[in-house]
Every structure is written in C-alpha cells, then in structure tokens.
T-cell receptor, first 114, second 109 residues
Framework: EADIYQTPRYLVIGTGKKITLECSQT?????MYWYQQDPGMELHLIHY???????EKGDLSSESTVSRIRTEHFPLTLESARPSHTSQYLC?????????????FGEGSRLTVL | GQNIDQPTEMTATEGAIVQINCTYQ??????LFWYQQHAGEAPTFLSY??LDGLEEKGRFSSFLSRSKGYSYLLLKELQMKDSASYLC??????????WGAGTKLIIKP
C-alpha cells in the first residue's frame, strides 16, 4: 500500500494569499511530482523532482514553486493565490528508473480561491 | 505534436465485459499506462504495456499496438465497484507521462 500523504485535504482561501501544500512519502522514492487536475480533465504536470536539490518545471508551472530539501518531502507553494488556481492538486512519487511510470498518488488537496 | 484520446464516458452492465479504447500520437514512446480513479480519490496504477500484445492481470487486461498508436483496457465480469474513471497515459521520449482526460465508466445493475 502506498504511503504518500498530502495536507491539507481541503482549503478555501482568499485571493492574494500565500499557501503551501504539503506532500510527504515514506517509501524512499527519489522521484516526486505535482499534478493539477480539474474535474473530467487530464492531469497536468506542474513540477517534478528526481531527488534532493533537484526540481524541474512541468508544462503548467502555475506560478508556483517547489523545494526538495529532504527525500521524503516535496511542498508546493503558491505565492499569491488567484481564482484560476482553484483545482485539485495531486502529489505523486515513483521509484528511480527512467521508464518507471507506476506512480503512487496522495489523496489530493482540493483548493478553492475566492 | 503529441496527443492522446479516449472516450469521455461509457456505460456497461454488471457482469458484462467492456473495452475502453485509447489512441495516441507521439514521436517518442516509452510505454502505455492505465490508471483507475474513483470519484474524489487519487489515481491508482492498473497496467503497463511497452511491447505489442495483451497483458492480463485478473479481470483486467490491457492491449497495445505501437504501429497503430492504439491501446485498450478490457474489464471482464464487471462489478459495481468498477465504476470509476480510467486514465490512459503514454510515456514520451523525455520519460514524462502524457495523460488522457479519462473515460468515466458507469456500471448499471
């Protein structure tokens, strides 16, 4: 069973606020990802990391930043939230290996920006 | 360019068989993945095909034809708990997953 946790599960905030979505995994996976998913739509990659001190932008950077100071922790920060950021954010991890497409997902953080 | 396409919604009857198709276009290909996502939950991995042919795993099977850019997920002996969205994704030349929008499968008694 996957051990990857996201907090908060649900968050409602006002425009302009800074927020951090937390993601932690206990599987020792090197690769971690942040995806954004709207209802009935495909997952869009926001950021990813191949290991400690490695971070890359995906197709949808979404005016957000990430950090990877520890293997198990990969937080996502929105410096100034906007209504267009309202969405579900999914964190995932996978084992090292270029062809590893088996991702383990967290439960998601559903963000609403008013 | 790259794109991936799958039907938006399908309906099937409990106990029956359903096939969910996925077509893709890409210049670089490193495998085709299927995930299941129940409403309000995270996706979970179902299958992986990198070579042509059928991979069977219990009630679920996945097929790949690389020359046709085509895959399908076959679900047998459908159960009510199989009601979910089924996401198709391929891994591109940069080893990144490109996701379809998912097929919502509705199972009726």
């Amino acid at each position: 069973e996957a051990d990857i946790y996201q907090t908060p599960r649900y968050l409602v905030i006002g425009t302009g606020k800074k927020i951090t979505l937390e993601c932690s995994q206990t599987m020792g996976h090197d690769k971690m990802y942040w995806y954004q998913q709207d209802p009935g739509m495909e997952l869009h990659l926001i950021h990813y990391s191949y290991g400690v001190n490695s971070t890359e932008k995906g197709d949808l950077s979404s005016e957000s930043t990430v950090s990877r100071i520890r293997t198990e922790h990969f937080p996502l920060t929105l410096e100034s939230a906007r209504p267009s950021h309202t969405s579900q954010y999914l964190c995932a991890s996978s084992e090292q290996g270029r062809d590893t497409g088996e991702l383990f997902f967290g439960e998601g953080s559903r963000l609403t920006v008013l | 360019g790259q794109n991936i396409d799958q039907p938006t919604e399908m309906t099937a009857t409990e106990g029956a068989i359903v096939q969910i198709n996925c077509t893709y276009q890409t210049s670089g290909f490193n495998g085709l993945f299927w995930y299941q996502q129940h409403a309000g939950e995270a996706p979970t991995f179902l299958s992986y095909n990198v070579l042509d042919g059928l991979e069977e795993k219990g009630r679920f099977s996945s097929f790949l034809s690389r020359s046709k850019g085509y895959s399908y997920l076959l679900l047998k002996e459908l159960q009510m708990k199989d009601s979910a969205s089924y996401l198709c994704a391929f891994m591109d030349s940069n080893y990144q997953l490109i996701w379809g929008a998912g097929t919502k499968l509705i199972i009726k008694p």
